[in-house]
């Protein structure tokens, strides 16, 4: 029964989030929104464990191993991401990627220091979950994340909560290595001819993205399927559109689907206009 509230739930915090990456465009306001999203989904999960509180150790193993961390690691992820982009220093591509691998080495850092735990995740062990994710239990030898004292004992194992970081580290590294071959491309291609400089895209996401399903629409780029074709565009503009697929109800959920493509249709017939006054 918790499972499929948990699944639901998590597939509604994910539309959220997506929701957020079209809606708002600045990058700090857009972090922050999502801080506040994931802590609004954990408090729901957590108001739920309450009424329907795992009855059996199996299912409190299911609950701090599966389903918990998996809410808890993007609250971890976002706040993270929040405080290195806040501190994130202004300078050329060389002083950015610099900042990022300084992060990397400390992500490195954190799973060097949780090096057994990391492996005993990675491999799908199993031997010591009644240890880790059933509720209660305190073996110092297993190191034990001593914050489980001040929280909620009903809602909190020994170490959950380290799986989260697990898993928000991992979400973290793929992010900063991506941001970090988005700079060296950038780099690239400017060193390559001075005219492709600042080529970004500068519209929003939400007018990229209907452009995009109209482009796949009409077949402008032949029988390519949508996943490539958004691949191509967010190397080509240096931007990255989320999880693209939950966007398409959204889109059509608006008042005026294609805002962006009425918007190009009445400026360039305002153009052929004063052409030919």
Not at 4 to 18: E, G, P, V
Not at 93 to 106: C, H, Q
């Amino acid at each position: 029964m918790i499972t499929k509230f948990s699944d639901r739930l998590y597939a509604d915090l994910h539309k959220d989030l997506n929701a957020l990456v079209l809606e708002e465009d600045q990058l700090i306001k857009r972090l922050e929104k999502s801080v506040h999203a994931c802590l609004k989904y954990l408090r729901k999960l957590k108001d739920y464990c309450k009424v329907n509180d795992p009855g059996t150790p199996e299912e409190e193993i299911q609950f701090f191993k599966y389903i918990k961390p998996k809410f808890k690691s993007q609250l971890i992820f976002f706040q993270s991401l929040l405080n290195i982009e806040i501190r994130k220093p202004i300078g050329d591509g060389k002083v950015v990627t610099d900042y990022y691998n300084n992060e990397l080495n400390v992500l490195h850092h954190f799973f060097e220091s949780n090096l057994s735990f990391y492996q005993y995740v990675r491999t799908g062990a199993t031997y010591l979950d009644e240890y880790y994710f059933v509720r209660g239990n305190y073996d110092v030898h297993l190191d034990p994340d001593q914050c489980v004292i001040d929280f909620d004992p009903a809602f909190s194992s020994t170490h959950d909560h380290k799986l989260a970081q697990v898993l928000a580290s991992a979400l973290m590294q793929e992010h900063l290595e991506q941001a970090i071959q988005k700079i060296s491309q950038k780099d690239a291609i400017m060193q390559i001819d001075s005219e492709f400089r600042d080529f970004d895209w500068k519209q929003t996401k939400c007018a990229l993205i209907e452009l995009i399903y109209s482009w796949h629409a009409t077949e402008a780029f032949g029988k390519k399927n949508l996943k490539s074709i958004v691949k191509f565009i967010e190397k080509s503009f240096n931007i990255s559109l989320g999880n693209f697929y939950d966007t398409y109800d959204w889109l059509c959920g608006r008042s005026s689907p294609t805002v962006y493509i009425d918007e190009m249709k009445a400026a360039f017939l305002l153009r052929m206009q004063k052409k030919f006054r």
